[in-house]
């Protein structure tokens, strides 16, 4: 077997279990959540269940991985090592970024593991929602996925992990107050001691991206969506390329319709106002959604400048451009869509952009910041409606 080591990134060192933090509990719930951790797992349980992971049927699956990667025979002793850097902790998952030394190359991977009940109960549903929409659609934004399995730790805790594929030079963003004008802007997660904030066009940008890559991944005729996405929960990465950016979404926690559980329409088939009103709904949704994050990540909820709205529209309509079009249409989705819009009122954007926020649960602690900024949220977004037919 390859040999093993451990890291907490950014930090180079490695650790071991003579490391006084091998010990420490790692961190299960947000600091400003006011909840406690259900369980309490250590570093040491966490390493350990993960190298369990690689070393199973004598590292065959591993193996098998890498050789599909590299699209060359790899066999479980080729495998030099297997640095294991703990990246974060998150909601759900402590993913890892996985370096194997192999055939005189280095291959990367995430392994995300699910360590909390929450994790373990969406786990599997991530797995298989990645590889369905992989395999479904032609273009990808998404991580590539691997495998997927249950190891136990020498306590016979259970845990939960799959393989997929690291994005490399990709990360993480959240708004953030810029010192400089006092103002909320996009900054960029480099690394723990490198942040910047990306300029006006590449937020742009960037917002334009995570709409079409939403719009894309929505099913016209099912309705179904990529469901409980959040740029709080870093979702969506992103890569700076001098002046070009792109924009991967990392996560597919639920991918469900929306109007499932709707009155007269669970049972009904789709025609073609069904359709329409429904990705109506759905863009509207994501119209305000795209403006919701945590204050750095972790702070308070806040609401982006109304930079995103404009951007927003046009990459959900791009997203739409990429879809094949729907036999009972008149003409391509996006031109459907876009007379669609056209044709609704002021009234249209308030009444369903409200019951929008009304669908959400009660207690959601995004919904305060959501009311007080909907009026103007909707104005700015019916006005761009508009100059759009112009």
């Known amino acids: 077997m390859p040999r093993f080591s451990y890291y907490i990134s950014p930090l180079k060192t490695p650790l071991s279990p003579a490391s006084a933090v091998w010990q420490e509990s790692l961190p299960l719930v947000r600091p400003t959540s006011g909840k406690s951790a259900q369980v309490v797992v250590s570093h040491g349980e966490y390493f350990n269940a993960m190298r369990s992971f690689f070393e199973q049927d004598g590292g065959e699956m591993f193996s098998r991985i890498l050789a599909q990667r590299l699209r060359q025979t790899i066999l479980a002793g080729d495998i030099q090592e297997i640095r294991l850097h703990l990246e974060k902790h998150g909601e759900f998952y402590h993913p890892a970024r996985i370096e194997a030394d192999v055939a005189g190359r280095t291959v990367y991977f995430v392994l995300n593991v699910a360590v909390s009940d929450p994790g373990k109960t969406l786990i599997k549903g991530e797995f298989h929602h990645l590889k369905k929409l992989n395999a479904e659609f032609a273009e990808s934004f998404l991580p590539q996925v691997y495998a997927l399995g249950e190891v136990a730790s020498g306590s016979k805790r259970k845990f939960w992990m799959f393989l997929g594929e690291w994005l ?223």
């Open 168 to 390: 490399e030079d990709y990360y993480e963003f959240h708004l953030s107050r810029d010192a400089s004008d006092n103002r909320l802007k996009l900054n960029v997660w480099e690394d723990p001691n490198r942040h910047f904030f990306l300029s006006l066009t590449q937020s742009a940008q960037l917002y334009r991206q995570v709409a079409r890559i939403l719009a894309y991944y929505y099913d016209i005729t099912t309705f179904e969506q990529v469901f409980s996405w959040h740029h709080a929960a870093g979702d969506f990465v992103v890569r700076i390329n001098r002046s070009e950016i792109d924009v991967k979404l990392i996560t597919v926690r639920r991918y469900k319709s929306f109007l499932n559980n709707s009155d007269g329409l669970k049972d009904a088939s789709p025609n073609p106002e069904m359709i329409l009103q429904a990705l109506l709904i759905f863009f509207l949704s994501l119209a305000i959604r795209t403006r919701l994050d945590r204050l750095d990540g972790i702070g308070d909820f806040v609401w982006a400048d109304s930079l995103a709205v404009g951007p927003t529209l046009t990459g959900f309509l791009e997203g739409l451009a990429l879809k094949p079009p729907i036999r009972m249409l008149p003409d391509t989705v996006e031109r459907c869509f876009r007379y669609y819009l056209a044709v609704c009122s002021r009234q249209d954007f308030y009444e369903l952009s409200n019951a929008v926020v009304d669908a959400l649960h009660p207690q959601a602690p995004e919904i305060p910041v959501i009311k007080q900024n909907l009026t103007n949220h909707i104005e700015t977004l019916y006005g761009v409606v508009q100059q759009m037919g112009n």
